[in-house]
């Protein structure tokens, strides 16, 4: 099959970006590089760009693409698949808003780096600082978002390399007390009342605190209930805590049967039930006509659909 087209590089366009060759990025990223060549030629899931003499080089933005490939293949995606996961991803996000600028992406691996620095060194006290001064900076959606949980998500995607778990396990537990220190200092009577609740197996439980917080606002109280609450046991639940919504979060590829398992839920609660993470990306073409509405995986996307998902309903 021939290879498509990609962008000639002349020797003076590297001064602009750093670029990395394959082995680097194999080295990075834990992909081999006959792998990663398959993923460009075979399904067009990366677009390196090329030199005069033909070598790959890949940006920041290629492997960070590349662990996102990784990350649905590990969660049971076909690597055939993962394109148009990818391109409703893409559609998904928030299109009224702008995008965070250009130039601020530098900053972002500013401080990923110092994260990382920290992290290898086991160093609360300088983690502790660095977290501080990225909330200093940035709103809780991008300091969250588009800084913390990459190093988070690299370092749990390569954790089979020497080292690298220790060093998972010691950012995620600082993270989990730090979010859940958040979520306490948030929690006030605020009249509407939502409960996140994560299907069984498929996520982290940082992943579904920090959805509760990006999720919750000056209007919108979040209850998080524990990993390993029982689907079958959500009606009983919401009818003693009475909330004016139900989230279910999943961050895995849903299975066949998730649509009828949704509606069967949402037979039985009195509030109505919504679909939040990477799952409610997939799962949206099925769910359409289903009492069961989606709230996408982009924090500042899932905010605002539930805001106006709840409006409505109270409305009317």
């Known amino acids: 099959m021939l290879e498509p087209a990609q962008p000639s590089l002349n020797p003076g366009d590297l001064n602009h970006e750093e670029l990395f060759p394959i082995r680097e990025v194999s080295r990075l990223t834990g992909i081999n590089p006959v792998t990663l060549r398959a993923w460009e030629r075979r399904y067009g899931l990366i677009q390196p760009t090329r030199t005069e003499s033909g070598h790959r080089l890949y940006s920041h933005a290629d492997i960070e693409e590349v662990r996102t490939i990784l990350g649905w293949i590990e969660r049971g995606v076909a690597v055939s698949k993962v394109g148009k996961v990818l391109a409703r991803s893409q559609s998904l996000k928030p299109q009224s808003e702008p995008a965070p600028i250009q130039a601020s992406v530098g900053d972002y691996r500013q401080w990923q780096l110092q994260l990382r620095q920290a992290v290898r060194a086991f160093d609360s006290q300088r983690l502790e600082q660095v977290y501080g001064q990225v909330f200093s900076s940035y709103p809780l959606v991008v ?11 690299e370092l749990r995607s390569t954790k089979e390399a020497f080292g690298h778990f220790s060093e998972w396990l010691f950012l995620d537990g600082f993270l989990r007390g730090r979010v859940l220190q958040r979520l306490q200092l948030s929690a006030q009577q605020q009249e509407v009342r939502v409960v996140l609740a994560a299907i069984p197996g498929h996520c982290r439980e940082l992943e ?11 209007e919108i109280s979040v209850t998080v209930l524990g990993l390993g609450q029982p689907v079958e046991e959500l009606g009983l639940v919401c009818e003693r805590m009475m909330p004016h919504a139900l989230v279910l979060f999943s961050n895995h590829p849903p299975a066949q049967d998730l649509p009828k398992r949704l509606a069967r839920l949402a037979l039985t609660v009195e509030c ?11 799962a ?3 769910l359409i006509g289903s009492q069961v ?20 309903h109270l409305d009317s």
């Open 143 to 153: 300091a969250f978002q588009d800084i913390i949980l990459p190093v988070w998500q």
């Open 208 to 218: 579904l605190l920090v959805t509760a917080l990006l999720l919750g606002s000056s």
């Open 272 to 282: 109505p039930v919504l679909l939040a993470g990477e799952a409610a990306d997939l």
């Open 284 to 286: 949206q073409d099925s």
């Open 293 to 312: 509405a989606c709230l996408g995986s982009e924090g500042r996307l899932m905010r605002r659909r539930l805001q106006q998902y709840l409006a409505g």
